[in-house]
């Protein structure tokens, strides 16, 4: 491809190419501005995330590949691409709030986070094996650094190192089946490997396709890739814990996706058995394991696990109503699990936030509005009508169910059943209980007015969703992809 070629096309990856002027700016106000620097740096990152939002509904899509075969930019991608934008957005939101009581606030967040997203949108849109690869570990190096930037505590040290060496093991997995299937096709390409895999050692093909699903399925902690979440989750900043548990997850179903229905579509049946077993351990580990938590932040990682595993379904019952349930919950989970720890934000403990579901007692007498958006958002992770997430996991149970997984459907409802129990331990906590009168647990001196306004706008965007779910269904339908 010649260079005049290769300069026409960029104009497809202008939000890759702003992200990476927000990063650049970010980093530039967090050097040179020491006093504020810091600060400013977040509201950098802030409005110029913000601004990406709509440079990538104004860029073009584009027909076929790009880059000589190596990335597509499709209305698929822009919908992963805008998830994971939003999860930003929210997460820098939290932040402001979360560093005004712990201090020492790191600015290098604000440009890492950029940074990561750059890895992100490039990964959805990845249509070659380099690509992909690189792309993932673009946006996973960020990550370790994040989950492990809060050097005050001692723990969240911790989970950067666990998260590190665990993401690296799950990088290698990916790496080693990506080895086997260019060593069997001698193509990089997804659309090319997908011809040439039809006449190729099918054994072998299979053993490289587990083996890539296996690195994808640590990012997305899916069971038994899973163990690094609880400890990674408590650990890490809060805030950062949201971005830590969405955009990472968008771009992993995108890689899934993409490659199911291109480099392994001739082993659907195989695939389809492979996301049964894993929806199924993962929904139960994930909801039994959250029934014994105590801390919040603990319990939503075992949730998040859970999570995951009602979108396996939609991979399992593969087709377009499929798809459709999948973007729609990957949307819809980014406000839920942002609401959710931001509850954490709500409540000072002494010199820090309140984490236990004992520190949320009484907190609807203090912030009753909200409270009562929190439990709007339980409520949604639930299931539970008239909410997103009832509209979400009934267009994942109905994907199911036309294509014949009962078993699979009632595990899912059954599930939601049994997280009931541990988020109405929250809900009970806030509005049925009184705080200890010896508890040093208090509403925050200053209103946390980004918590506030993180919460409740999740909640109002969850009830609107559920009550009007083709505000979000028909854009999730026209960007299912069928293939490229």
């Given at each position: 491809?010649?260079?005049?070629?290769?300069?026409?096309?960029?104009?497809?990856?202008?939000?890759?190419?702003?992200?990476?002027?927000?990063?650049?700016?970010?980093?530039?106000?967090?050097?040179?501005?020491?006093?504020?620097?810091?600060?400013?740096?977040g509201?950098?990152?802030?409005?110029?995330?913000?601004?990406?939002?709509?440079?990538?509904?104004?860029?073009?899509?584009?027909?076929?590949?790009?880059?000589?075969?190596?990335?597509?930019?499709?209305?698929?991608?822009?919908?992963?691409?805008?998830?994971?934008?939003?999860?930003?957005?929210?997460?820098?939101?939290?932040?402001?709030?979360?560093?005004?009581?712990?201090?020492?606030?790191?600015?290098?967040?604000?440009?890492?986070?950029p940074?990561?997203?750059?890895?992100?949108?490039?990964?959805?849109?990845?249509?070659?094996?380099?690509?992909?690869?690189?792309?993932?570990?673009?946006?996973?190096?960020?990550?370790?650094?994040?989950?492990?930037?809060?050097?005050?505590?001692?723990?969240?040290?911790?989970?950067?190192?666990?998260?590190?060496?665990?993401?690296?093991?799950?990088?290698?997995?990916?790496?080693?089946?990506?080895?086997?299937?260019?060593?069997?096709?001698g193509?990089?390409?997804?659309?090319?490997?997908?011809?040439?895999?039809?006449?190729?050692?099918?054994?072998?093909?299979?053993?490289?396709?587990?083996?890539?699903?296996?690195?994808?399925?640590?990012?997305?902690?899916?069971?038994?890739?899973?163990?690094?979440?609880?400890?990674?989750?408590?650990?890490?900043?809060?805030?950062?814990?949201?971005?830590?548990?969405?955009?990472?997850?968008?771009?992993?179903?995108?890689?899934l996706?993409?490659?199911?229905?291109?480099i392994?579509?001739?082993?659907?049946?195989?695939?389809?058995?492979?996301?049964?077993?894993?929806?199924?351990?993962?929904?139960?580990?994930?909801?039994?394991?959250?029934?014994?938590?105590?801390?919040?932040?603990?319990?939503?990682?075992?949730?998040?696990?859970?999570?995951?595993?009602?979108?396996?379904?939609?991979?399992?019952a593969?087709?377009?109503?499929?798809?459709?349930?999948?973007?729609?919950?990957?949307?819809?989970?980014?406000?839920?699990?942002?609401?959710?720890?931001?509850?954490?934000?709500?409540v000072?403990?002494?010199?820090?936030?309140?984490?236990?579901?004992?520190?949320?007692?009484?907190l609807?007498?203090?912030?009753?509005?909200?409270?009562?958006?929190?439990?709007?958002?339980?409520?949604?992770?639930?299931?539970?009508?008239?909410?997103?997430?009832?509209?979400?996991?009934?267009?994942?149970?109905?994907?199911?169910?036309?294509?014949?997984?009962?078993?699979?459907?009632?595990?899912?409802a059954?599930?939601?059943?049994?997280?009931?129990?541990?988020?109405?331990?929250?809900?009970?906590?806030?509005?049925?209980?009184?705080?200890?009168?010896?508890?040093?647990?208090?509403?925050?001196?200053?209103?946390?007015?980004?918590?506030?306004?993180?919460?409740?706008?999740?909640?109002?965007?969850?009830?609107?969703?559920g009550?009007?779910?083709?505000?979000?269904?028909?854009?999730?339908?026209?960007?299912?992809?069928?293939?490229?």
């Open positions: 491809m010649n260079s005049a070629a290769i300069l026409s096309e960029l104009r497809y990856l202008a939000p890759e190419i702003a992200m990476l002027a927000v990063a650049a700016a970010a980093m530039f106000v967090h050097l040179f501005f020491p006093r504020r620097g810091r600060r400013w740096a509201y950098v990152a802030f409005a110029g995330i913000a601004a990406t939002c709509g440079v990538l509904l104004l860029t073009p899509q584009s027909s076929g590949v790009i880059m000589a075969g190596t990335l597509v930019a499709d209305r698929f991608a822009v919908f992963l691409k805008l998830t994971a934008l939003v999860s930003a957005l929210l997460t820098i939101g939290l932040s402001f709030r979360f560093f005004d009581v712990e201090g020492g606030e790191p600015g290098e967040i604000y440009y890492l986070l940074l990561a997203l750059v890895g992100i949108m490039a990964a959805v849109s990845s249509a070659d094996l380099i690509t992909t690869y690189v792309a993932f570990e673009v946006f996973a190096i960020p990550s370790y650094i994040l989950a492990g930037v809060f050097k005050k505590e001692r723990r969240s040290g911790e989970a950067g190192v666990k998260y590190f060496f665990l993401g690296s093991l799950s990088s290698a997995l990916m790496l080693l089946g990506m080895a086997l299937v260019f060593g069997l096709t193509e990089t390409s997804y659309a090319v490997i997908s011809r040439s895999l039809q006449d190729i050692n099918t054994h072998l093909a299979l053993t490289g396709m587990i083996l890539f699903f296996s690195g994808l399925f640590f990012k997305a902690a899916l069971v038994p890739f899973h163990q690094w979440a609880p400890d990674v989750y408590e650990g890490a900043p809060t805030p950062l814990v949201v971005f830590l548990s969405t955009a990472p997850k968008a771009a992993v179903f995108a890689i996706i993409r490659s199911m229905i291109t392994f579509t001739g082993f659907r049946a195989e695939w389809s058995l492979i996301f049964q077993g894993i929806a199924l351990v993962t929904m139960f580990w994930g909801n039994l394991a959250a029934l014994i938590q105590t801390n919040i932040k603990r319990m939503m990682a075992y949730s998040a696990i859970a999570q995951a595993g009602y979108i396996v379904i939609g991979l399992a593969w087709g377009e109503l499929a798809q459709t349930a999948v973007l729609f919950y990957l949307f819809i989970y980014v406000f839920m699990n942002a609401a959710a720890f931001g509850l954490i934000l709500l000072r403990k002494g010199g820090t936030f309140g984490e236990t579901i004992d520190d949320m007692r009484g609807a007498r203090r912030s009753p509005g909200a409270a009562a958006a929190i439990l709007v958002v339980l409520l949604s992770l639930t299931g539970i009508p008239p909410t997103a997430g009832f509209m979400g996991k009934y267009f994942l149970f109905a994907a199911a169910v036309e294509k014949g997984m009962y078993l699979v459907v009632v595990a899912g059954l599930n939601s059943v049994i997280s009931l129990f541990y988020y109405f331990k929250i809900g009970r906590a806030m509005f049925m209980e009184a705080p200890e009168a010896s508890a040093a647990v208090s509403a925050p001196a200053r209103r946390s007015a980004w918590a506030e306004i993180v919460i409740g706008v999740s909640a109002v965007i969850v009830l609107i969703w009550l009007f779910p083709s505000l979000l269904s028909d854009f999730a339908a026209s960007s299912v992809l069928i293939r490229f």
